[in-house]
């Protein structure tokens, strides 16, 4: 587990804090007003996405303790086209990560649980971290990447690659979906880039839990 977080307050406050959001989902998230225009959206492939319900099945009884927040999705909508920057600057999509599991999260520097939980996100990616899984955390700060690299720097991220949406545009998109109304926001996509399932607000990434959700969604 991770012990402390970046603004010395313990792990056990992080979970705190998860638990909470468990019992009043995002209660915990730091609300943003829309801005911009949206990207891709969602693209609606029941058929694509046939195999994705039986995943939720399975990860079903693992959505407790400190995953509890996350909420399987009425329907399992395919997310490939939602659209950022990658690690490199260039425009990608979530199709750039088909074949794997992602743990998708949407995240500022000015976002308190956001930057809380990073430290344990930046765990779960060295645990488990493979080519069958990988978190893929997209900062939304406006303005240029040194804000969200020196904090990186500052707080010994060394296993997640900085995705960046200066435009709030991959916000809004999921928040017309229903899927974001605050931060931080994380998604459990599969290898077909179809939802599993969804939550708002902030998680130990690190913990026990959150490992026996991602091996049971990855299938290992």
């Not at 039986?54 to 693992?62: H, K, T, Y």
């Not at 976002?111 to 893929?136: H, I, S, T, W, Y």
């Not at 991602?214 to 290992?220: K, N, P």
Request: a neutral charge; proline letters at 5%; glycine letters at 10%.
């Amino acid at each position: 587990m991770t012990t402390r977080t970046p603004l010395r307050l313990p792990s056990l406050k992080l979970i705190g804090i998860a638990a909470v959001a468990g019992i009043i989902a995002g209660a915990a998230a730091v609300y943003i007003r829309e801005a911009g225009s949206g990207n891709g959206g969602t693209q609606t492939a029941s058929g694509e996405c046939g195999t994705t319900k039986e995943i939720a099945a399975r990860v079903a009884p693992l959505l407790k303790g400190q995953v509890a927040a996350m909420v399987a999705p009425d329907e399992h909508r395919r997310l490939a086209t939602v659209s950022f920057k990658g690690a490199e600057g260039k425009p990608i999509t979530l199709d750039s990560f088909a074949g794997k599991t992602v743990l998708f999260n949407l995240w500022a520097t000015w976002c308190v649980p956001c930057r809380e939980e990073m430290p344990a996100l930046n765990a779960l990616e060295k645990e488990l971290g493979n080519d069958r899984f990988q978190v893929v955390p997209v900062n939304i700060d406006t303005g240029d990447d040194e804000k969200p690299k020196a904090f990186l720097r500052e707080i010994g991220v060394d296993a997640l690659q900085l995705y960046r949406d200066n435009t709030i545009e991959v916000f809004n998109s999921l928040k017309k979906e229903g899927l974001a109304f605050g931060l931080p926001v994380t998604l459990l996509i599969d290898g077909k880039g179809c939802l599993i399932s969804a939550m708002n607000g902030p998680a130990a990434w690190d913990s026990d839990d959150a490992k026996a959700l991602i091996r049971g969604a990855v299938g290992s």
